[in-house]
């Protein structure tokens, strides 16, 4: 069965420093997301990707995130200027489509420790 | 933000018996209800979805009941089995504009053999 791959499984950072979380989404899917999950708390939505454009991000999602597919197959979250509060599981998904009996697909997550 | 929530946080029960998971939603503009399960160290997986139209969905050992009137949701499981141990989330979106998940915060089932 296709799966979303996320690399690397676990980074580690010093605060300040850029970090780029790597996510390959199954291959006719044409919508991106990426969540995350602080240690303890919800799985919380970031943003989502459609058309190489973001269709809708959340409050979280401020100026130090980005997103891109560079190519056809990667889908990328980059942080620029890491916190420690930005210490969380990352979850990148995708879908085919959108709505009803088009659930989206997670991959395994990135763990990203700030230091 | 408390919009979709699972009050309780575990389960325990025995191999075979019936686990019932319980999720409530406050938003009433939610149409789109689905479970994930997740292992330690894996992603949430794709277990059972429910659309508003309907009240019940079924597949296999795993059945989604939805009151829309009560804003709840149920996962049944039967019979369960110890590979059923796991974080179970459920996850409520709108279907008109946006398609974002709103997850609630897991119930930890724990089938004993």
């Known amino acids: 069965e296709p799966e979303v791959t996320q690399t690397p499984s676990h980074q580690v950072t010093q605060m300040g420093q850029e970090v780029i979380l790597r996510c390959v989404p199954i291959?006719?899917?044409?919508?991106f997301y990426w969540y995350r999950q602080i240690l303890g708390q919800k799985v919380e939505f970031l943003v989502s990707f459609y058309n190489n454009e973001i269709s809708e991000k959340s409050e979280i999602f401020d100026d130090q995130f980005s997103v891109e597919r560079p190519d056809g197959s990667n889908f990328t979250l980059k942080i620029r200027s890491t916190k420690l509060e930005d210490s969380a599981m990352y979850f990148c998904?995708?879908?085919?489509?959108?709505?009803?009996?088009?659930?989206?697909?997670f991959g395994d997550g990135t763990r990203l420790s700030i230091l | 933000d408390q919009q979709v929530k699972q009050n309780s946080p575990s389960l325990s029960v025995q191999e075979g018996r019936i686990s019932i998971l319980n999720c409530d939603y406050t938003n009433s503009m939610f149409d789109y209800f689905l479970w994930y399960k997740k292992y330690p160290a894996e992603g949430p997986t794709f277990l059972i979805s429910?659309?508003?139209?309907?009240d019940k969905n079924e597949d296999g050992r795993f059945t989604v009941f939805l009151n829309k009137s009560a804003k709840h949701l149920s996962l049944h499981i039967v019979p369960s089995q110890p590979g059923d141990s796991a974080v179970y989330f459920c996850?409520?979106?709108?279907?008109?504009?946006?398609?974002?998940?709103?997850f609630g915060t897991g119930t930890r089932l724990k089938v004993l053999a």
């Open positions: 429910i659309s508003s139209i309907k």
């Open positions: 998904a995708s879908s085919r489509l959108q709505g009803f009996g088009q659930p989206q697909h």
């Open positions: 291959s006719n899917h044409l919508y």
């Open positions: 996850a409520a979106s709108t279907t008109s504009g946006t398609y974002k998940y709103i």
